[in-house]
């Protein structure tokens, strides 16, 4: 029942995406990923402990301050402010999911720390979210001048690509799966499930591109998407180290067969300020 639950939502939120995509304006796509990351924000706190009103309230001031700098920076055509600090904002992000790597090793070590630093889960957060919210709406305007909707393109070539290797990793892990990629971490992310999802991501990638406006070598789109996937996973399984830490099996209940916002923003997450860094290098716009 979970994956028939999950196969439906997943085709009904593609239908949403693309819609918010391609026939919305620049401003209600903001104010959509406004919305997205705050409930991200929300559910962090669940993961981070918060367990009194209160300190959810004082978070979500913070949180909420701070998407809303970003998106007025946009929306008073500043992007080539925010496109200069995600030249800086992305070496912080790299180094942190190097940490992150390191939590993961260390797992044993690293969930005492965690949960007895309820400030640092909510400063990872911040690490976690705000990189990704601001990796949206850059990418969403890329060119914006010569092709409104280009950018729309790399967005949907992104989710695409990163929910063929959630959703084939998931399948072919429930069939296939006995090799445990980190069992302390997450008991059911298996081998098999990661070269499933790489093989259903790889099927899906070639479609899109043979029938989509993409213009890319082949060559650097792989080199791209291969980075990109790496990191997804990576974003993967520090949420479920997290949710691990925090004793609760998702971040929450809005999305059936999902669970949370957070539960299926995790991998998007770690995985777009990397992809559009990439393609911003490879475009030669920063």
């Avoid at 060559?219 to 790496?230: A, D, E, Y």
Wanted: charged share 10%; with cysteine; net charge positive.
């Amino acid at each position: 029942m979970s994956l028939k639950y999950r196969l439906i939502t997943s085709f009904i939120l593609i239908f949403i995406v693309i819609g918010i995509l391609f026939f919305s304006s620049i401003v209600v796509f903001e104010f959509v990923s406004f919305a997205v990351c705050s409930l991200c924000f929300w559910e962090w706190g669940l993961l981070a402990g918060l367990k009194f009103i209160r300190q959810k309230i004082y978070w979500m001031i913070v949180c909420e301050l701070l998407l809303l700098y970003v998106m007025l920076l946009f929306l008073f055509h500043r992007c080539f402010v925010v496109l200069l600090l995600f030249k800086y904002i992305i070496w912080i992000f790299l180094i942190w999911w190097i940490i992150v790597l390191f939590l993961i090793f260390f797992y044993s070590t690293s969930v005492i720390f965690l949960r007895n630093s309820s400030i640092m889960r909510l400063l990872f957060g911040i690490l976690t979210v705000m990189p990704f919210f601001i990796s949206t709406l850059i990418l969403r305007q890329y060119n914006y001048d010569i092709d409104p909707y280009i950018g729309s393109w790399w967005l949907l070539y992104f989710m695409v690509l990163i929910w063929s290797v959630d959703s084939g990793a998931y399948i072919f892990g429930s069939v296939f799966g006995c090799h445990k990629l980190a069992p302390k971490i997450s008991f059911n992310k298996t081998w098999e499930g990661v070269f499933g999802g790489l093989l259903t991501c790889i099927i899906f990638g070639v479609i899109f591109y043979n029938y989509t406006p993409i213009n890319i070598s082949p060559c650097i789109l792989l080199i791209c998407s291969t980075i990109t996937v790496i990191f997804s996973i990576l974003g993967d399984l520090f949420e479920s180290m997290l949710k691990r830490t925090a004793n609760v099996k998702d971040s929450g209940n809005i999305i059936p067969g999902h669970g949370g916002v957070l539960d299926r923003m995790d991998s998007l997450t770690a995985a777009l300020p990397v992809f559009v860094y990439l393609i911003l290098y490879f475009f030669n716009v920063i």
